[in-house]
């Protein structure tokens, strides 16, 4: 199950879970990230861990209500995400340089990357949460 955690300085911190199981809350999660984005809010997306078990994060360019996916952009490793067909990322994406999925999507230094928010864990920043 998905969940993204909003810091919000005013009301005090957010969750939102995006669970398969619950298409009518996911539904209004969804609606809410999307308005999020925007108005300006800064979505980080865990797309891997690294060497040491610390989580690594890629900010969310897009988000994708009607599917429920986040995009991201980077060269990014998403070996334990899940995209929309139920595959881990890399078992959808053909590899780097340039590359396409068979999503269509190229992967590579600049490449973007679908994420589905009940396969991620997220942080969200409101353009004046910074204090």
């Not at 925007?38 to 989580?55: M, P, S, T």
């Not at 230094?109 to 928010?117: E, F, K, L, M, V």
């Not at 009940?118 to 920043?125: P, T």
Request: proline residues 2%; aromatic residues 4%.
């Amino acid at each position: 199950m998905g969940q993204i955690g909003i810091l919000n300085v005013g009301a005090g911190d957010t969750k939102l879970v995006f669970d398969k199981n619950n298409p009518e809350d996911c539904a209004r999660a969804a609606r809410t990230v999307a308005d999020m984005i925007r108005r300006g809010y800064v979505i980080l997306v865990e797309v891997a861990k690294d060497d040491k078990g610390e989580a690594l994060y890629r900010r969310v360019k897009e988000f994708k209500e009607d599917s429920c996916e986040y995009i991201i952009a980077g060269d990014v490793n998403i070996e334990a995400m899940e995209t929309t067909d139920g595959q881990s990322g890399d078992a959808a994406a053909s590899g780097a340089g340039g590359k396409k999925s068979r999503k269509g999507v190229k992967h590579g230094p600049y490449s973007t990357r679908r994420i589905h928010a009940s396969a991620a864990s997220g942080i969200a920043v409101g353009r004046t949460a910074g204090g």
